[in-house]
């Protein structure tokens, strides 16, 4: 018979101990998504509405932790992402631990359809790399040009895994992903995705939202679990691939 465990409340945890808790070795790519616990990925059309003050707290932390921040270009301009900055507390803790002071902003776009006067990329600390393939408008490339590093990974589409490749030729070991839904799911059909921290957000939303994945079906992939936290009624999952050390 399968044995079921009840957690019990344990000891609240500072950054240092969450830190711990979350620091992987090796080359990940982490992804990080709060769901509604009937599923939705957004509510009223943004993510934002589905995270409280404990989310953002690990959503700030495991930023503090990558070296790369990787986004598709519809999250980036959908959500309004503005250029990833941390305070000195977090930025003191990755000098600590041999970190560059920022993490570098990685967007995903085939399109390249972005602004470089966004200020993800205007107001960047560090500048930002763009991925695309081989067909990407010339005019484009060369005005993100100007702010940002413009690498090609493929022909016709993005190949997700020569791009990874050449992020960690740069010193990028530890990627952190935050989506969107299309970026996951292609991820994952690639088989590249190493970890998945889901928040579950104790609101049910009820039907109309997508999935925190999204694109052509892929075989399941196996994951293990690694933590289970609580705060305010939100949960915060950490799973790994069962073969994926810590």
């Known amino acids: ?16 101990a969450l830190a711990d808790l979350y620091r992987a070795d090796g080359p990940t790519l982490r992804v990080n998504f709060v769901t509604s616990v009937d599923g939705a990925v957004e509510l009223d059309g943004f993510s934002e509405g589905l995270s409280g003050g404990p989310d953002k707290r690990v959503f700030g932390l495991l930023r503090m932790l990558c070296d790369g921040l990787m986004v598709g270009a519809g999250t980036l301009r959908h959500e309004g992402y503005r250029a990833v900055r941390l305070d000195e507390g977090r930025r003191a803790w990755r000098r ?12 995903v776009s085939g399109a390249l359809d ?11 600390p560090v500048r930002p790399i ?25 022909d016709d ?44 957000s104790p609101l049910v939303t009820g039907p109309g939202a997508g999935r925190i994945t999204a694109g052509p079906p892929s075989p399941p992939k196996g994951m293990a679990l690694r933590h289970v936290l609580e705060s305010e009624g939100s949960l915060f999952l950490r799973y790994a691939r069962a073969h994926h050390t810590q």
Do not use: K, W
């Open 157 to 200: 589409t993005v190949d997700l895994e020569t791009a990874l490749v050449r992020l960690r030729e740069r010193g990028l070991a530890h990627l952190l992903c935050e989506g969107g839904p299309h970026l996951f799911g292609s991820l994952v059909a690639a088989d590249l995705v190493d970890e998945v921290c889901l928040t579950v």
């Open 1 to 16: 018979m399968s044995r079921l465990i009840r957690l019990q409340p344990g000891p609240a945890l500072d950054d240092g």
């Open 130 to 154: 763009v991925l695309t393939h081989g067909r990407a408008p010339a005019d484009r490339r060369a005005a993100l040009s100007a702010v940002a590093e413009v690498l090609t990974a493929g």
């Open 114 to 124: 972005l602004n470089p006067g966004q200020a993800a990329f205007a107001e960047a």
């Open 96 to 107: 600590e631990h041999g970190l560059a002071e920022y993490p570098t902003l990685v967007v």
